[in-house]
């Protein structure tokens, strides 16, 4: 038999596999809080514009009400044949009102209604995402308040360069993690309006109040444009395309976790609670949530890909290629919320090791650039020929088989006679990092500063 909420045409029903590839009620049936409430305004809406009375409105507010708490109790019987989350839940609402149940759809379409559903679950997603976001941040300012003038060696080509503190390099990732937030808040901000009302492309003849419904579903003000409302997912792009940027940080912050809870790095001991065994090797401690959650971008950024790939070349306005947009979404939204808490419970318990981390400072001439600076403050040396000077003196110590504050004075002055005993002040780890006072720079001063002022911006 045809369908019950489009079949008038038809005489014969689809063909199975034609119901398995419409269908989309098996993921979006997440959308079920959204697409309520938005029937809910709208049928508010009709009854105050007067398209239906106040009678059926009721009706069809307190069936709705029912339709959500079988579908949160799990009893609602959700059908393939009935296609998605809007015609599931308005033929329910049919067999539990009767004939105000067909009121609800006057001046609407599931196109529309769909953006609208998507709109508000995108929008709760920032919401939960910013908040995840903003533990992650706290748990990292946990880390740098305890080690803010520990010393580590700082890393270009992952070959030691110059010593920065643990804290500095905590830091790091609360500005990237808070730029990951100002994202998905301007995101939200850019998609708070309403498609609701856009009916199926055109708008509608019916004198409905889109501010009304608007306000009512918390939108700042009704899109302006019938088609651009029914058709555009870039409100979902932008979603996805800053959930890739986060992705991309936790990835970097988790390989970094893995290399640095390695037996050759030992900067960081990883909990019990964040660590598994090996069922062979009983020595094994590995740190496994910092792999999957340093491999969710493939995923994350999969979405994002697949949507824009969707969208690109669809002609204007709706088309079915769009209700592909949905698991994406879901998709990604889930796994981006799983890597954060993950992330967030792995750096609040990892253990740093302040002794390891500074043994590692000083070996690899970490000091170099100290020392170069010296020769031009001191000596008044050109850069350019104190960095040879220096190059010479990090040859001798490498034949020496010792680090720059090892050598002896006599061998420095075979390099350069200007040099004297003055130069050994600047020559340890400590001295470096306190020197880089500048702002933006590793000073455990600076680092303070800093933290203080995250502190305050989280209050
Ligand atoms: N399930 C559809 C989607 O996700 C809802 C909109 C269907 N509209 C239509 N004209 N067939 O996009």
Redesign the pocket.
């Given at each position: 038999s045809s369908n019950a909420m489009w079949g008038g045409r038809f005489a014969a029903g689809p063909d199975a596999i034609m119901e398995a590839i419409n269908a989309?009620i098996g993921y979006?049936r997440r959308l079920a809080p959204q697409d309520i409430e938005g029937s809910r305004a709208h049928a508010a809406m009709l009854a105050a514009q007067g398209i239906i009375d106040a009678k059926d409105a009721e009706e069809i507010r307190k069936g709705l009400l029912t339709v959500l708490s079988e579908i949160e109790g799990g009893t609602f019987e959700f059908s393939t044949a009935l296609?998605?989350i809007?015609m599931n839940v308005e033929a329910r609402l049919k067999q539990l009102i009767g004939e105000p149940a067909g009121r609800l759809h006057t001046g609407r379409?599931?196109?529309d209604q769909?953006a609208t559903d998507l709109r508000l679950w995108v929008r709760d997603q920032c919401d939960a995402t910013d908040a995840a976001l903003k533990a992650l941040i706290e748990a990292l300012l946990g880390q740098a308040e305890a080690g803010a003038d520990w010393v580590m060696p700082g890393f270009t080509h992952l070959q030691t360069a110059q010593p920065v503190t643990w804290g500095h390099h905590m830091m790091a990732y609360v500005e990237m993690f808070a730029r990951d937030r100002a994202r998905f808040a301007n995101a939200r901000k850019l998609m708070n309006e309403s498609p609701l009302g856009a009916a199926a492309l055109a708008g509608t003849s019916f004198p409905i109040d889109r501010e009304a419904t608007a306000q009512a579903l918390g939108f700042d003000r009704p899109m302006a444009n019938s088609l651009d409302a029914v058709s555009d997912r870039d409100f979902a792009l932008e979603f996805l395309s800053a959930a890739t940027i986060c992705a991309m940080h936790l990835s970097r912050l988790s390989e970094e976790l893995v290399i640095w809870s390695s037996a050759q790095f030992r900067f960081v001991a990883m909990s019990d609670r964040w660590s598994t065994g090996s069922s062979i090797m009983p020595q094994k401690r590995n740190p496994d949530a910092a792999e999957l959650i340093r491999a969710k971008i493939g995923r994350i950024l999969g979405a994002n890909v697949a949507l824009l790939t969707v969208m690109k070349g669809l002609p204007l306005a709706?088309g079915?290629d769009?209700?592909e947009d949905?698991e994406q979404v879901f998709d990604a939204a889930d796994n981006l919320m799983l890597s954060l808490a993950a992330m967030t419970g792995m750096v609040a318990d990892m253990t740093a090791q302040p002794d390891n981390l500074r043994a590692a400072a000083a070996s690899g001439f970490s000091t170099a650039t100290d020392l170069a600076d010296w020769l031009v403050r001191a000596l008044g040396l050109p850069f350019r020929d104190a960095h040879h000077v220096t190059g010479s003196l990090v040859a001798r110590a490498e034949e020496k088989g010792c680090d720059l504050p090892d050598l002896t004075l006599d061998d420095m002055k075979a390099v350069h006679d200007g040099i004297t005993e003055d130069v050994f002040g600047v020559l340890t780890v400590e001295n470096s990092v306190a020197s880089r006072t500048a702002y933006g720079g590793t000073a455990p001063d600076n680092v303070r500063a800093q933290i203080a002022r995250w502190r305050d911006a989280l209050k």
């Open positions: 989309s979006d296609e998605d809007h379409s599931r196109n769909v709706y079915k769009m209700q949905k």
